[in-house]
């Protein structure tokens, strides 16, 4: 890593100082730049600015993250940047609302299903990728287990792992089989085979959590996944 390297990361969600993610994110990218020896400018992208000239608004920024606080004030605005992030091969990081966005997107945009859509927002979609919880993960922690040989596991260094979360809202069972076949493909499982991990293979880093990796930093820790997100970003200025 270039000593005094700067790098900028743009925070596609409706900024709310309200949502503990969105106070935690800042100052774990923070933690992940001094770990990696770089300096993060972290800026805030509202949704609803991101639905024209997304190419030309993002093409500065070095990373992506899709922040936590669905329903965004646009969907159309958060999938924008994702699609952007996934076609130019954009460092991408989604946690929460943004692993939730970030299945719709490539349901919708790769694998054809244009109904894929999110229960909360539109309770009679004809295809409810994402819908509420059997048990909802409100400021609870839950173990989860890697899949061999996958990007996390090589990020994490282990086979399992507890994280935090605040979600009310994931994959619907009835959709998993969609993401068998990759390159989008199921990385992270609860206890319950839940699916907690996406990430897209052949791309710089495209990984996507239910849960939130960001409330570390409330503890002053760097966080792995934060860290190699900001290192892949770092990479993007060559």
């Given amino acids: 890593m270039k000593p005094g390297l700067k790098i900028q990361i743009g925070l596609v969600g409706d900024y709310d100082a309200g ?17 990696e020896n770089c300096e993060v400018q972290a800026v805030w992208l509202a949704t609803r ?30 999938l924008n940047a994702i699609r952007f992030a996934r076609e130019q091969r954009r460092p991408l990081l989604g946690t929460c609302g943004g692993f939730q966005h970030t299945l719709i997107e490539y349901a919708r945009n790769v694998l054809g299903l244009a109904d894929a859509d999110h229960a909360e927002s539109n309770p009679a ?33 282990c086979d399992e792992v507890t994280e935090e979360y605040n979600c009310g809202f994931g994959l619907n069972h009835r959709c998993d089989s969609i993401f068998n076949a990759g390159p989008l493909r199921v990385t992270g499982v609860d206890a ?43 990479a993007q200025t060559g």
């Fill in 19 to 35: 949502i503990i993610a969105h106070v935690a994110i800042p100052k774990a990218l923070a933690f992940a730049a001094a770990a």
């Fill in 192 to 234: 319950n085979e839940e699916v907690r991990i996406v990430e897209l293979e052949g791309h710089p880093f495209f990984i996507a959590t239910l849960f939130q990796p960001e409330r570390s930093a409330l503890k002053d820790v760097a966080h792995p996944l934060v860290r190699a997100f900001v290192k892949a970003a770092c």
């Fill in 125 to 157: 979609a004809a295809v409810p990728l994402i819908t509420p919880l059997a048990c909802a993960l409100r400021e609870t922690g839950g173990k989860i287990r890697f899949e061999p040989g996958s990007r996390v596991r090589e990020i994490y260094g």
């Fill in 49 to 78: 600015d991101l639905t024209s000239d997304v190419e030309k608004q993002l093409q500065r920024f070095n990373g992506i993250w899709c922040v936590p606080g669905s329903p965004y004030q646009s969907m159309d605005g958060a």
